[in-house]
């Protein structure tokens, strides 16, 4: 793993890294507290489609992680996102663009996917600073991607889901997987979401294998999820990275 920066801000440090993944470079970030005591838990988040590493919400939560429970947090750019371009991601309509054209045609973008997150993990569970419990979140695309890496990778003891449903041209695919979840899962739907209708989205939270799962509705659409659920999701990883973090003391 390369680390390119390294910087602290209002207590929190931030460094952008590329993990090699079999010839490929998987371009990603990590923000830990500044000040920490013992090993950090760590959550992964996915981003969604047209968004990077880099999206607001996504610094956002990865900072709220970090300053507010003392929980790792690290990203890394989807397929056809972020620093994976050539222009950086400077135009998002177009990335969204090229992700539906190849999660319709390109077969193996979910395995690649699950490979880069796979390879990441390793190398951020190598830090001595992070250790114990891993968490994930991602909706929308970054449930597209995650749920078949959440399914894959037992190191995720709890995940926040959603913003999907069993449709789309890997719809097959994310049920089978869906069924071998087993972790903890809070999943967010909007119910006038315009991409993944709320009977979809209903009908994989149905699917997924966890006796410990939990869905959150709200009102508006695909894009509105309101900011108080951003803020509960972190509350919810928070709360049961740090219940297995004691566990395994």
């Given at each position: ?213 939990s869905l959150h509705a ?32």
């Amino acid at each position: 793993m390369k680390v390119l920066t390294d910087e602290t801000t209002a207590g929190v440090r931030r460094r952008e890294i590329v993990v090699d993944d079999e010839g490929r470079h998987v371009p990603g970030a990590l923000w830990t507290p500044l000040e920490h005591a013992e090993p950090l838990p760590l959550v992964l988040i996915g981003h969604g489609a047209s968004g990077s590493k880099d999206q607001d919400y996504v610094v956002s939560l990865a900072r709220s992680l970090a300053a507010d429970f003392g929980i790792a947090a690290a990203a890394i750019d989807g397929p056809v996102h972020g620093s994976r371009r050539a222009d950086g991601g400077l135009d998002p309509q177009q990335s969204f663009l090229e992700f539906a054209t190849m999660w319709s045609s390109d077969s193996d973008m979910t395995d690649r996917m699950t490979a880069d997150w796979k390879v990441t993990l390793d190398e951020l569970s190598a830090l001595d600073e992070i250790s114990g419990p891993v968490g994930y979140w991602g909706l929308s695309m970054g449930t597209i991607i995650g749920l078949p890496f959440v399914a894959a990778d037992p190191r995720i003891s709890v995940a926040v889901l959603g913003l999907m449903g069993m449709t789309g041209p890997t719809s097959a695919r994310i049920g089978q997987d869906a069924r071998e979840i087993t972790c903890p899962v809070l999943f967010l739907v909007q119910w006038s979401d315009e991409l993944f209708p709320r009977t979809t989205a209903f009908e994989l939270f149905d699917l997924l294998g966890s006796s410990d799962k939990s869905l959150h509705a709200n009102p508006g659409t695909h894009g509105e999820v309101p900011n108080h659920e951003f803020a509960a999701s972190t509350r919810y990883l928070a709360r049961r990275l740090s219940a297995g973090q004691s566990a395994a003391t």
